[in-house]
């Protein structure tokens, strides 16, 4: 069974940048959640789907990052434009239905100068 | 607000030891804790997911349990090898209308061959 598959791993910008990320969760599950992951830190839920329908963005700071998940699938994390802050690893994750155990891929690492 | 404490935040330990990782939580109307190992550059492995009715998990030389009452989680490692060096992640989910995991900021163990 594929993992969920996330790109690129790696990306630096400079700051007021805009950057996106790409996940494809594992194959039937119907939740995604991307969270955030500051050096140091345990990662932070941004935003949870349930197939395409958002769950929780509670702590998306909407004024700089989106969100979408086009037909219930793959999905996209944007930052527009980036701060300094927003360096961290973002992670893809998903599970089959809810509540259920999540499964994380490797993560985009992002650096932003 | 759920929040989660790990304790200590790095562990140096001789191959061969047995040793045990802390988690702690201050709402105890958890619906389960789970376990993770991250190691560097790649996502988070699922170790072991307790559920609120059960006081603890086995897999391999791995044990987890699960105190609600005191708010306490503990990873005991047995027999410690080289390839357990990572970063180890607790994360607590309490349910309610969002699934998003709960973690503390993480263990890292370093197993001197």
């Known amino acids: 069974e594929a993992g969920v598959a996330q790109s690129p791993r790696y990306k630096i910008i400079e700051k007021r940048q805009s950057v996106a990320f790409w996940c494809n969760p594992i194959s039937g599950h119907a939740t995604l959640y991307w969270y955030q992951q500051i050096l140091g830190q345990g990662p932070k839920l941004l935003i949870q789907f349930q197939n395409n329908g958002v769950v929780d963005d509670s702590q998306l700071p909407k004024d700089r990052f989106s969100a979408e998940r086009l037909k219930g699938v793959d999905s996209t994390l944007k930052i527009q434009p980036a701060k300094l802050e927003d360096s961290a690893v973002y992670l893809c994750?998903?599970?089959?239905?809810?509540?259920?155990?999540?499964?994380f891929g490797a993560g985009t690492r992002l650096s932003v100068l | 607000k759920q929040e989660v404490t790990q304790i200590p935040a790095a562990l140096s330990v001789p191959e061969g030891e047995n040793l045990v990782l802390n988690c702690s939580f201050t709402?105890?109307?958890?619906?389960?804790l789970q376990w993770f190992r991250q190691d560097p550059g790649k996502g988070l492995t699922s170790l072991l997911l307790?559920?609120?009715?059960?006081r603890e998990q086995t897999s391999g030389r791995l044990n987890a349990s699960l105190d609600k009452s005191s708010g306490r989680s503990t990873l005991y490692i047995a027999a410690s090898q080289p390839g357990d060096s990572a970063t180890y992640l607790c994360?607590?989910?309490?349910?309610?209308?969002?699934?998003?995991?709960?973690f503390g900021k993480g263990t890292h163990l370093i197993i001197q061959p």
């Open positions: 994360a607590a989910y309490s349910g309610g209308g969002a699934d998003g995991l709960t």
């Open positions: 307790i559920q609120s009715s059960q």
């Open positions: 994750a998903s599970s089959l239905d809810r509540p259920n155990i999540q499964y």
């Open positions: 709402d105890s109307a958890i619906y389960n």
